[in-house]
């Protein structure tokens, strides 16, 4: 006689054994599931301390108003600077900030102007270039006058009409200034 054939006579005349297999199992899954459910509580206790903290609800562009919700998260898991209270009163994201991102005090600004979205330890200068088209604000770029290359990297702030307002570096600025001044400043357009 066959194995299996075997076995299911055993089964039929003996339908315990049947039984005793499926809770065996059952026991076995059961005790998993726990081991796995303890396993992450102690994870979870490992991390220590939480703190709710500012998370956007939505991808965020230089210069919107703060879009966020308050969620819970370890202290270990934080970045420096987290923001940790509702502060949109007059504030606006200083650069481009993904959904589900913790915003820090680098992603935020309460200053307005040109000079609102531009790094610390930069200054914006405002310049024309004719050519420049499609040009937004978190943009970077690359300034160029006469063929030289006076500011090698340039961070778009701002575009008012035809003046777009750029942040460079404070050694940069009196060059680029000058440049935007004489008419001869150019953009030159990163990837």
């Excluded at 610390?120 to 690359?142: F, I, N, Q």
């Excluded at 050694?171 to 001869?184: F, M, S």
């Amino acid at each position: 006689m066959h194995v299996t054939a075997r076995a299911r006579l055993v089964l039929a005349r003996r339908p315990w054994i049947y039984w005793a297999a499926v809770a065996t199992l059952a026991a076995l899954a059961a005790a998993f599931v726990h081991g796995e459910m303890t396993s992450i509580a102690t994870e979870r206790n490992r991390w220590g301390a939480t703190r709710s903290v500012l998370v956007a609800t939505r991808q965020l562009e230089p210069g919107d108003a703060i879009d966020a919700e308050q969620v819970s998260f370890p202290l270990a898991a934080l970045p420096d600077g987290a923001l940790t209270v509702d502060s949109s009163n007059g504030t606006v994201v200083r650069q481009r900030v993904a959904e589900g991102e913790v915003l820090t005090h680098l992603d935020v600004t309460s200053r307005t102007g040109p000079a609102a979205l531009a790094e610390p330890g930069t200054v914006v200068v405002a310049l024309s270039d004719p050519l420049a088209r499609d040009v937004v604000s978190d943009l970077d770029v690359r300034i160029t006058a006469d063929g030289l290359v006076i500011a090698e990297q340039a961070r778009v702030t701002g575009v008012v009409d035809d003046i777009i307002f750029v942040a460079v570096t404070a050694t940069e600025a009196p060059t680029v200034a000058a440049a935007a001044q004489q008419g001869i400043a150019t953009l030159l357009y990163l990837p």
